[in-house]
Structures are given as structure tokens and as C-alpha cells.
């Protein structure tokens, strides 16, 4: 299957991945794409035969001798399962992906484990959904992934785990564990929360209601979906840093309550506004092109929601030579409408809604 690998891997040798739920089976299939030796287990035999059955790797043998292993089970399972592989394979690095850095390296410095061969790391890509049928090996493909110094650790082991990191068409970003435990409470942490309490908001809303849902409450909701138990033990390790976010957020929300119940006093609308403009001077801070690219015009063409429509659109605009450099799609609640905003080079605006406007699109605004 040679013809069918991306590139050849900077990884060499065996990779071994213990846990092969959704990271690990991401990984797994990742580099094997690139032709890389990856053996899969997992505490649960049906997660280790599915991880095999959707190619993620091979079973593990008597005289496997990795030279890397990469550990993706559960935050609260990290660290007991890193010093079981530090002291199984005495020559390997070792890895894990969790979504906390500080408490499991506490725990490890806590125990007697090797830890010049442990370098901690955490991909910033995931999905909703855990489990070896929910990977893919494009997972982490342009994301950012954790890399953890601490003094004292060897240059090569934090190389090798870069070259994990680039293998899987990722970004190495080099951060010590607090400094990442700060950065993701911020980001990721306590996105989850806010997401998870307006999303329990809708748990008793009319069906008529949630008919008028559009894209706003969608992106705000969209991580509410994720998996508790997963959650639970990603937010009780970082307790400490998320609690205080979520007390300054807890002023803000009630700093806009006050404002709401007061409104025709005065200063209530200034207020409104000044917060208004803060959540607008954040979301512009967010790197990315998605929604605020200053780099980029954006065309809102309606579609109507059948098959071959989205192909179609996009078969024309490669005639027409216009170039998408993003895209995202919404559908029209209760009508057969598809809403596709295109970014486009600012220069290929006025081309793009008359080129498309000709040939029939309905273009919005
Ligand atoms: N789900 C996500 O979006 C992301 C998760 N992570 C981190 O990746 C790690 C794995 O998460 P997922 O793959 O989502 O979970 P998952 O639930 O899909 O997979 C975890 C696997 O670990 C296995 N496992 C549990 N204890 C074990 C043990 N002691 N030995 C061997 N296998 C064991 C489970 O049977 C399961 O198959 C977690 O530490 C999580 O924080 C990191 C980035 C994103
Ligand atoms: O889908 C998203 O936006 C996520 O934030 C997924 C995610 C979940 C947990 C992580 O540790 C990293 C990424």
C-alpha cells in the first residue's frame, strides 16, 4: 500500500498507543497512513479490536520494542498508566495526549517513575464523541499540539514528540504544564461550562422555540454535546485555574443582569453597550480566519438544501476561477434552505456576486 502513504514519517520504529478511544485511535490511524509501526491497546478489549478493525494499528506482540508510546486514556488513568510504560519498555519515550498537564505530572513526580523519558503533550483537536469508531486520521490536521518543557528534560525527547506532532500534520507549540493549564482553562475549560449552562437552558424550551434555533445558539452550544465523564475529571483536575474565570464571568453576568432589570436608568445602556464592545474586542483577538479575518470579503449565497447543490456552487466558482478560502454552511430552520457564507479575497468580491448572480445564485444581503 506504499501508493496510498501521505509522506514518508519523521517518527522510525514502533509506536506503541495505549488507550485507543478517540485520540488514541486518531493517532494510531494517523501514522499508519505514513506507513508507521503502530501497535494499539486498550483496557477495553472491544475499544483495542475496533481500533485494529479501522486500521489504527496491530495487536501487541511478545517482542514489540517501541521506541515511542503515546498514552490516551482518561486524565484520572495517566499517570499510572505513563509509569507502567516508563518501567515496561526502559527505552522508550513516553507520551500521554490529556487535556491537563499539571495535576498527572504532580502525580508521576510523586512516584518513583523514570521521568527523564516522560514528556507530557496535548493535541488541541478533538470531537464531541470518544471512542475508536469516532477517529480520524485528518484529526489534527493545522491544530496547535502541546508540547511540555521542564528544566532538565532532554532536547531529543522533546523533538521526538514534535515530530509525532508534525507527522500528524499538526503545530508543535513548546509550553511548561502551569502555563498550559492557564492557556486551556481559558479556551477550552471554561468555553465547555459556558456552553454546557446555556445549553441546559434549552432543556425545557418549546419545541416552537427551539424551531427558531439559528447559528448563534448552535456555535454558543456546539461543545455541550461532549462526554461527562470525560469532563468531569478534565475540570476536577484543573479545578483551581477554571474557578476563578468562571467568578469573573459570574461578575460580568451579573454586572449585565443589573443593567437589564435597571435599563431605563441611566448608564444601564452604556453599560450594555461597553460589554458589548468587550465581547467584540475578544472575539477579534482569536487568531484564525473564521468569522472576523479582516483578510477576507464574505458572500452568503442560499442554496436550496438538496443533494449536488454545495457541489455545484463550488464546481462553478472553480470555472469561474474564484478561490474559497473558507467556508461554513447553516440551515434555514423548517425551510429547504442552505446558508453557505464563502470567504473570498477582498479584490474578488464584486466578481464573485456578479459572476454568481449571472449564472442564477441567490446571493444574500
Ligand atoms: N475527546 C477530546 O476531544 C480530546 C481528548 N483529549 C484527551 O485524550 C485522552 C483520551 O480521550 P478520548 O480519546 O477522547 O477518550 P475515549 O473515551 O475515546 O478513549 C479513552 C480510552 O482509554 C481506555 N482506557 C481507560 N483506562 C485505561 C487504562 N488504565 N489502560 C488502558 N486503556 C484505558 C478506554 O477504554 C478508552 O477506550 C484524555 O486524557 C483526554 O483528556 C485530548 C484532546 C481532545
Ligand atoms: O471541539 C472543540 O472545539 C474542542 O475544544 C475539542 C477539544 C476537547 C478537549 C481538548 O482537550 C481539546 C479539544
Given at each position: ?9 519523521r517518527?522510525?520504529g ?91 505530572l ?6 518513583a ?14 470531537r ?46 513548546e509550553?511548561?504544564?502551569v ?44 461543545v ?57 474586542a ?6 484564525g ?5 479582516k ?50 479575497l ?20
Amino acid at each position: 500500500m506504499t501508493e496510498a502513504r501521505l509522506r514518508e514519517s519523521r517518527v522510525a520504529g514502533t509506536v506503541r498507543v495505549v488507550g485507543s478511544g478517540l485520540l488514541g485511535a486518531s493517532v494510531g490511524l494517523g501514522l499508519a497512513a505514513r506507513g508507521v509501526d503502530v501497535v494499539v491497546t486498550d483496557a477495553s478489549r472491544t475499544a483495542a479490536r475496533l481500533a485494529v478493525e479501522y486500521g489504527a494499528g496491530r495487536p501487541p506482540a511478545p517482542d514489540d520494542a517501541p521506541g515511542l508510546i503515546v498514552v490516551a486514556v482518561p486524565p484520572d488513568a495517566i499517570a499510572e498508566v505513563v509509569a507502567a510504560e516508563l518501567e515496561a519498555f526502559p527505552e522508550a519515550t513516553v507520551t500521554d495526549v490529556a487535556s491537563v498537564k499539571s495535576a498527572p505530572l504532580a502525580e508521576l513526580e510523586a512516584s518513583a517513575a523514570d521521568l527523564s523519558r516522560y514528556v507530557g503533550s496535548h493535541p488541541l483537536a478533538g470531537r464531541e464523541r470518544g471512542g475508536p469508531i469516532s477517529a480520524r486520521a485528518d484529526l489534527f490536521l493545522g491544530r496547535p499540539w502541546v508540547v511540555c518543557t521542564r528544566p532538565g528534560l532532554a532536547r531529543g525527547r522533546v523533538s521526538l514528540i514534535e515530530q509525532l506532532a508534525l507527522d500528524l500534520g499538526a503545530i508543535p507549540v513548546e509550553m511548561d504544564a502551569v502555563t498550559h493549564d492557564e492557556s486551556v482553562a481559558l479556551v477550552s475549560h471554561t468555553p465547555q461550562l459556558v456552553s454546557t449552562l446555556m445549553a441546559r437552558r434549552l432543556g425545557a424550551a418549546a419545541d416552537a422555540a427551539l424551531g427558531l434555533a439559528g447559528g448563534g445558539v448552535r456555535d454558543v452550544t456546539r461543545v455541550a454535546s461532549s462526554d461527562p465523564a470525560l469532563w468531569v475529571q478534565i475540570l476536577a483536575a484543573n479545578a483551581s485555574v477554571v474557578a476563578p474565570i468562571l467568578r469573573a464571568y459570574r461578575d460580568d453576568l451579573g454586572d449585565v443582569i443589573d443593567a437589564l432589570e435597571r435599563i431605563d436608568e441611566s448608564g444601564s445602556r452604556r453599560a450594555l453597550a461597553e460589554t458589548l464592545a468587550g465581547g467584540n474586542a475578544g472575539v477579534a483577538r482569536l487568531p484564525g480566519k473564521h468569522g472576523q479575518d479582516k483578510r477576507f470579503a464574505s458572500v452568503v449565497v442560499l442554496i436550496d438544501d438538496t443533494p449536488g447543490q454545495l457541489g455545484r456552487l463550488f464546481t462553478e466558482l472553480g470555472e469561474l476561477g474564484i478561490n474559497i478560502e473558507d467556508m461554513r454552511m447553516e440551515h434555514s430552520p423548517g425551510a429547504q434552505i442552505g446558508i453557505v457564507e464563502l470567504a473570498v479575497l477582498p479584490e474578488a468580491l464584486t466578481r464573485t456576486v456578479d459572476d454568481l448572480a449571472e449564472r442564477g445564485w441567490r446571493i444574500a444581503g
